[in-house]
């Protein structure tokens, strides 16, 4: 059965998500978490600031292998509270072939805070 396509959205739909580029500065073990994650600090440049992240990353990503990599976040959803912690922005990623997160990231330096477009 074919699935039906995605429904059509204008370029200013596409723009209200702001998605942005930052460094990860912080990368710790969540065990409170109910699936595994880590609690991430991302420097999302002068404008937005260091947010905090819960991130379903434990699969393919160490805490010192994520620290210093760029991601991009989506900073205007609202905060959403998981487990004692109140994550601030979503670290975008997409599922591998059984499901865990890959991270998604730009392949050469851009200076943190910098807008998807």
């Known amino acids: 059965m074919e699935k039906p396509a995605p429904a059509t959205i204008t370029y200013d739909d596409f723009a ?3 998605i942005r580029i930052g460094t990860i500065v912080e990368a710790e073990p969540f065990p409170e978490a109910r699936r595994p994650a880590y609690r991430l600090r991302v420097d999302l440049g002068p404008e937005i600031g260091v947010k905090k992240s819960s991130a379903q990353l434990t699969v ?3 805490p010192d292998e ?3 990599r760029q991601v991009a976040a989506v900073v205007n959803f609202p905060p959403r509270q998981i487990g004692p912690m109140r994550s601030e922005v979503l670290v975008l990623g997409f599922p591998d072939s059984d499901g865990a997160v890959v991270l998604v990231g730009v392949d050469k330096k851009v200076p943190d805070g910098g ?3």
């Open 66 to 68: 994520l620290v210093g």
């Open 60 to 62: 393919h990503y160490r």
């Open 115 to 117: 807008r998807l477009f």
């Open 16 to 18: 209200r998500v702001d």
